[in-house]
């Protein structure tokens, strides 16, 4: 898909040396703590049959990704949108929209009937985004355990 800013987004469906340097990339600018993925697992993501892994090209080159987990549950089938980062260079020419416009309706495409997504507070810009393409804030607490 081409968005009309230029930005155009795929599913990727190998990996190579661009997708790995890409990615070496863009996580450092969403997690400070998270070591860049291997090629391994960027493999890993691809073969899944529940997750897809989005990239984001503006001049030919990455400049974003995000994850799209799908699977099904006892009450439906389920999305989830997760490591959503646009380089910094690339902010505000649109790459975030198209990859989340896209996400929506590969969920949709796959039987989903909600996508759900976290984003922190501190980020402003991306919550934004968010609630321009319609997400809405839900009345509930996330939680999380940690196993490691």
């Known amino acids: 898909m081409t968005a009309p800013d230029g930005v155009s987004v795929s599913i990727a469906t190998e990996v190579d040396?661009?997708?790995v340097?890409?990615?070496?990339?863009l996580l450092p600018q969403l997690s400070s703590s998270a070591p860049p993925p291997?090629?391994?697992?960027?493999?890993e993501i691809i073969a899944s049959p529940a997750?897809?892994?989005?990239?984001?090209?503006?001049?030919g080159r990455i400049v974003g990704s995000?994850?799209?987990?799908v699977f099904r549950i006892p009450t439906g089938v389920r999305a989830w949108i997760e490591d959503v980062v646009t380089d910094?260079?690339?902010?505000?020419?649109?790459?975030?929209?198209?990859l989340n416009r896209f996400a929506l309706e590969r969920a949709r495409e796959r039987g989903a009937k909600t996508v759900d997504l976290t984003s922190r507070p501190s980020r402003e810009a991306a919550n934004r985004l968010y609630q321009r393409i319609g997400f809405a804030a839900?009345?509930?607490?996330?939680?999380?355990?940690?196993?490691?």
């Open 66 to 69: 995000l994850t799209l987990a």
């Open 38 to 43: 291997t090629a391994e697992d960027l493999a």
């Open 88 to 98: 910094e260079a690339a902010r505000g020419r649109g790459v975030g929209t198209a």
């Open 138 to 148: 839900r009345t509930t607490n996330v939680y999380r355990y940690e196993l490691a």
């Open 21 to 25: 340097q890409a990615l070496t990339a």
């Open 51 to 59: 997750t897809d892994l989005l990239v984001a090209r503006l001049d």
């Open 17 to 19: 040396d661009e997708l």
